[in-house]
């Protein structure tokens, strides 16, 4: 018995027309280039990638903020047009990255995370601060912050109130760009575990986006790689931090500092340039930063092949993992 996904988007496409200098004509600039995601009910799908790879968009276009070029996205096996933008807003909520910038200052704790019942009408309002009151025990932030201003809370404590304010409404998809990358490494981990505790209270479904692999590893069920606006990895979550397929993917764990002695800044073999998404390389985009690439991926792009394993776009994925990456058996940790 097959179950409709949560979340399913099917080749996305998402296309800006930007002017590269005052006289120059306008080029398209194809941020999202068939992605293609779905995500069970109760699931965490981390999206990973370098900065300019498309996750942002891709996170506005689950929010309904950005309208897709072209392609399908559903929620529940709805498709997102025929959800009204109010009751897309009920089950589809966003915590974003900087919780000092997302918060208004001059607006106490308790209205920053009532405004949603207010402007959505849910419940009547002498019930709206027991509502919050009980979103704020369950987010770990004491009673007594109902009445503070976001400058009187340290940094978790405001990203608290952000998933706070996120959840009043009990949303089925919570959309997390980077929740913890303002945020101190002992408090990032304080505020996974909450996210992890909240999605078992309240049966919440994440997307997950970030650049911090450990954080990805500890809480993903699912795990897609996007690189110049393609999914050129996805595997479930501990199968893909015990053996990766994509050069780039490999690449990005063996960027992964360590704590271990001696071993310096690790080398991924990157280099330093990003390549330029208005001029996109031929043949496959990521060649011209992969050592192993071949005369076929300089010239053919390689197409997404799915198996038992997950699904990869890379001509080289049935082959050994190449030589000189590190063992990434035992994954990343926080």
Known sequence: MTTTPI?????LHCTFQVR???????????????????????GVLGLVGESGCGKSTVA?????????TSGTLAIGGQPLEEI???????????????????????????????????????????????????????CGLPK?????????????????????????????????????????????AQILNLLLDLQKELGLTYVLI???????????????????????EEAEGQAFFRQQRHPYSQALLASVLTPEAGLGVPDAQLGSAFPNPIDPPSGCT??????????????????????????????LFKDTVPAGYRDHDQGVRL
């Open 210 to 232: 970030s650049h911090n692999l450990a954080v990805v590893e500890l809480i993903a069920s699912k795990v897609s790689v996007m690189y110049l606006g393609r999914i050129v």
């Open 7 to 11: 979340l399913e988007a099917r080749d």
């Open 60 to 68: 506005r276009m689950l929010l309904g903020l950005q309208a897709p």
């Open 286 to 315: 990521f060649h011209p930063r992969c050592v192993h690439a071949t005369e076929l991926c300089r010239t053919t792009a390689p197409l997404p092949a799915r198996d038992a394993d997950g699904l990869v776009e890379c001509h």
């Open 144 to 188: 007594r912050a109902y009445d503070m201003y976001p400058s009187q809370l340290s940094g978790g404590q405001r990203q608290r109130v952000a998933i706070a304010r996120a959840l009043v409404m009990r949303p089925e998809i919570v959309i997390c760009d980077e929740p913890t990358s303002a945020l101190d490494v002992s408090v990032q």
């Open 20 to 42: 590269q200098g005052m006289f120059q004509p306008k080029r398209p600039l194809r941020a999202v280039n068939g992605v293609s995601l779905s995500i069970e009910r109760g």
């Open 84 to 138: 009204g933008r109010r009751e897309l807003a009920k089950r589809v909520q966003p915590i974003f990255q900087d919780p000092y910038s997302s918060l208004n200052p001059r607006k106490s704790i308790g209205s920053i995370i009532t405004l949603p019942l207010y402007v959505h009408k849910i419940g009547a309002p002498a019930d709206w601060r027991r509502k919050v009151e009980d979103i704020m025990d369950l």
